[in-house]
């Protein structure tokens, strides 16, 4: 990081803590997914979880329509897309953001995805190096992420494949999938390696996956549906906060959450108990 320049390496310091870890929340799920379940009110969804999130991962869209502007939660902007889950191929995505835009919105860094071994390899691996280079421009980072579309394999060799090629083209941090072997993933790339959180999992299950990955060397996790789907998204977050910036074992942030989970299902009776008060004083 220490050849980058002073602007990138400073929006870069506002994902990836002090420690060198970080919390993301992915709700970008909709430029391809449409209304995903649980993002249907993206504005409610996302406002509760924003003090916990290091950095929000959005599209341009969610951003200007359901994110509060005062907040200081850096913005990681998915800039490429096209697709759609209606699409036999996913991999057919090309860059839909412009950088004069990241720069408007006052993003922290730019996201886009890269299709190792599919029909469109060539496609995304130059659309993203045209984004570095813009990004070296502008002094905005560039996440790739190695997607893997419907019938492509996640295994180590692959996964190490794919961030390494991001890497090796410029690309400033990757976000991946955890797999069997995950630490040579890691051991492979030369920039930090943030996972994905995938598939919605039971609360321990996910929380397991998070110790997994950071304990095998993943500077975080990118996590969207296994936080927002949660039973109570905002003591899950809490959670993997816990396991990625304060060492907790799986058992230590389960208690967390549940804990947490119990504390705020008393607050909300409370505060309902009291706005039922309210209304029945008002009929009087």
């Known amino acids: 990081m220490s050849t980058l320049d002073w602007g ?27 209304p995903t379940s649980g993002l249907e009110d993206a504005e409610k969804t996302i406002k509760p979880l924003l003090p916990y999130a290091d950095a929000l991962m ?3 869209g969610i951003i200007r329509a359901s994110v509060n502007p005062s907040t200081e939660t850096p913005m990681v902007l998915r800039v490429s897309g096209g697709n759609s889950i209606l699409d ?139 936080i927002f789907q949660s039973d109570s998204p905002v003591a899950m977050i809490q959670a993997v906060r816990a396991i990625v910036h304060d060492n907790a074992t799986p058992k230590k942030a389960y208690e967390i959450y549940k804990g947490m989970k119990a504390r705020l299902k008393s607050k909300k009776s409370k505060v309902k108990g009291v706005t039922a008060s309210k209304a029945e004083l008002s009929r009087h």
Do not use: W
């Not at 990138?8 to 997914?33: C, E, P, Q, W």
């Not at 469109?120 to 997607?147: C, F, H, S």
């Not at 072997?181 to 994905?196: D, R, S």
């Open 8 to 34: 990138l390496k400073n929006r870069l310091s506002r994902i990836i803590k002090t420690d060198g870890k970080t919390v993301m929340l992915a709700v970008d799920h909709g430029y391809f997914l449409g």
């Open 58 to 60: 959005p599209t341009r």
């Open 88 to 226: 036999e191929d996913l991999s057919n995505e090309g860059l839909t953001v412009s950088m004069e835009d990241a720069v408007r919105l006052n993003v922290a860094a730019v996201a886009i995805s890269i299709y190792v071994g599919s029909p469109n390899q060539k496609e995304t691996l130059l659309n993203m190096t045209k984004l570095i280079d813009e990004g070296l421009r502008y002094g905005i980072p560039v996440l790739a992420v190695t997607a893997v579309g419907k019938s492509m394999g996640r295994d180590a060799r692959y996964l190490a494949l794919s961030c390494r090629i991001a890497a090796e083209l410029g690309a400033h941090f990757v976000k991946t999938y955890y797999c069997e072997g995950f630490e040579k993933v890691v051991k492979t790339c030369p920039v930090p390696i943030v996972m994905a959180g995938g598939k919605k999992l039971p609360e321990m299950e996910a929380l397991e996956l998070t110790y997994n990955a950071i304990s095998r060397g993943a500077a975080g996790v990118d996590m969207g549906r296994n």
